[in-house]
């Protein structure tokens, strides 16, 4: 399962990063997805998922035209909260629809977002889950993540969940793929991890920012945090350390300082992956 979160205008970047999401991984038909954005009109309306993207999906996979529509919402309570779920291409995709705020006044977050993306699991076996609504992915990077996981498995005394940020680059068409992969759809290019700056004077928690490998690497490297920009693990995640939606009031950075304790406590490594699978721009990067 690929689990993916928006909060705000950007995130009608969705659906192009679903086709790309999909387009390059090995096992096409095997994806299923899970997305929750905030909408902006009617409760009942879907949007950015059209029949015509639909039919765009559809021939990605190469399954042939296939007749498409837009079903009718079935509804959810998330902690009192009442939201809209369809289930599009044949199950391959589910999506929820939350409002822009709570009951109670308060502004939806990515804390909050990522939760309502988690509830969408169906008991998929391994899980790809993002925080961003712009992302470009490497070839067959499906196949690299579980290779990466399975020698993660195999080296970790705890439980590894493979963590990265992403690379940066101008804003690319779903098709584009990095200059950077090889004729084979080999990469090499150095991966991402979030690093501690400080602490925060006023809060306490830690600081965060991004920092980049000079190098790529024969197997998974150990590092000391975890970052929602993009993880691959197992589904035990989910149950075990789902995303907290209490901590939707805090800042990112007292949201990420929260979740990194609760994954230690909980017994979990975390692990960059050989090399960079997934592009964002460079926009997206500041925030």
Not at 43 to 65: A, C, I, N, S, V
Not at 125 to 140: D, K, T
């Amino acid at each position: 399962m690929c689990g993916s979160s928006a909060v705000g205008r950007d995130q009608i970047e969705l659906p192009e990063t679903l086709l790309s999401m999909a387009s390059q991984a090995k096992d096409k038909k095997a994806i299923s997805v899970g997305v929750a954005y905030v909408g902006y009109k009617s409760p009942d309306e879907l949007e950015m998922f059209t029949e015509e993207w639909q039919k765009k999906y559809y021939r990605m996979l190469r399954l042939g035209e296939r007749a498409t529509r837009i079903p009718k919402p079935r509804q959810v309570v998330v902690h009192g909260e009442v939201y809209n779920v369809w289930s599009l291409l044949e199950g391959r995709l589910r999506v929820m629809r939350v409002g822009e705020t709570r009951r109670n006044g308060e502004k939806v977050g990515v804390g909050w977002m990522r939760y309502c993306a988690q509830l969408l699991w169906h008991g998929e076996p391994y899980v790809y889950q993002s925080c961003r609504p712009y992302l470009r992915f490497a070839p067959m990077w499906d196949e690299w993540l579980r290779n990466d996981l399975a020698v993660a498995l195999r080296r970790s005394q705890l439980k590894p969940v493979i963590s990265w940020m992403s690379r940066t680059h101008e804003d690319e068409r779903w098709q584009w793929i990095s200059e950077l992969v090889d004729v084979e759809g080999n990469c090499n290019v150095p991966p991402g991890a979030l690093a501690a700056a400080a602490f925060d004077k006023n809060f306490g928690w830690i600081r965060w920012r991004r920092r980049f490998f000079n190098h790529s690497f024969g197997i998974p490297a150990p590092v000391a945090y975890f970052t929602p920009h993009n993880s691959f693990s197992t589904c035990d995640i989910l149950t075990e350390v789902p995303a907290d939606p209490c901590m939707n009031s805090l800042h990112f950075h007292g949201q990420l300082t929260c979740e990194n304790v609760r994954l230690h406590s909980h017994g979990w490594d975390v692990f960059t992956p050989c090399a960079n699978l997934t592009w964002e721009t460079t926009h997206d990067s500041r925030q």
